[in-house]
T-cell receptor, first 113, second 114 residues
Framework: AQTVTQSQPEMSVQEAETVTLSCTYDTSESDYYLFWYKQPPSRQMILVIRQEAYKQQNATENRFSVNFQKAAKSFSLKISDSQLGDAAMYFCAYAGNNRKLIWGLGTSLAVNP | ETGVTQTPRHLVMGMTNKKSLKCEQHLGHNAMYWYKQSAKKPLELMFVYNFKEQTENNSVPSRFSPECPNSSHLFLHLHTLQPEDSALYLC?????????????FGSGTQLSVL
């Protein structure tokens, strides 16, 4: 069975600095999708970034980018120029052939002014 | 109004009560989902509806009863709940039921069962 592990329950970053959130997963599938979702205090989960496993190029969305290492089964999220509004829970998720999302436990990110 | 709307935002109920959670999406999506979010546990997918038909029920106890009268509305009917059912219940929608689909979430209903 697939699993998703986020080893950092809490992280903090200074405003305008860069932070990297880690995510590792376990799977025997070769084709799958990986996601990072953000859940701010409003509780509404929002998709931050999505990566297709067959694409070698790392996905980027403005200040958010991923470091996707397929062989190592690692999918870290880098947030550049951190802003106060980036403070939230960040969830890594995996979707394989059965279309069911497997979620990590989340990383709580604090942004210090 | 756009996006996914959930009501009520908070709900406190006794174990013998019957209540319903409501979800409405204004995105024209065809798939809708109920998730349960508990502290220190991964998000749990409860039910999936695709084109108004229930396609997945992930071993959810019968005290949770979903209803999808049309592609825009989703309900979760609750009865004789247990204290361990206290959690945040999230509704989500997506264009289709595919692995790569972006999910759009509501703000959830924080449920407390006394």
């Amino acid at each position: 069975a697939q699993t998703v592990t986020q080893s950092q329950p809490e992280m903090s970053v200074q405003e305008a600095e860069t932070v990297t959130l880690s995510c590792t997963y376990d799977t025997s599938e070769s084709d799958y999708y990986l996601f990072w979702y953000k859940q701010p205090p409003s509780r509404q989960m929002i998709l931050v970034i999505r990566q297709e496993a067959y694409k070698q190029q790392n996905a980027t969305e403005n200040r958010f980018s991923v470091n996707f290492q397929k062989a190592a089964k690692s999918f870290s999220l880098k947030i550049s120029d951190s802003q106060l509004g980036d403070a939230a829970m960040y969830f890594c998720a995996y979707a394989g052939n059965n279309r069911k999302l497997i979620w990590g436990l989340g990383t709580s990110l604090a942004v210090n002014p | 109004e756009t996006g996914v709307t959930q009501t009520p935002r908070h709900l406190v109920m006794g174990m013998t009560n019957k209540k319903s959670l409501k979800c409405e999406q204004h995105l024209g999506h065809n798939a809708m989902y109920w998730y349960k979010q508990s502290a220190k546990k991964p998000l749990e997918l409860m039910f999936v509806y695709n084109f108004k038909e229930q396609t997945e029920n992930n071993s959810v106890p019968s005290r949770f009863s979903p209803e999808c009268p049309n592609s825009s509305h989703l309900f979760l009917h609750l009865h004789t709940l247990q204290p361990e059912d206290s959690a945040l219940y999230l509704c989500a929608s997506s264009q289709e039921r595919q692995s790569n689909e972006k999910l759009f979430f509501g703000s959830g209903t924080q449920l407390s069962v006394l």
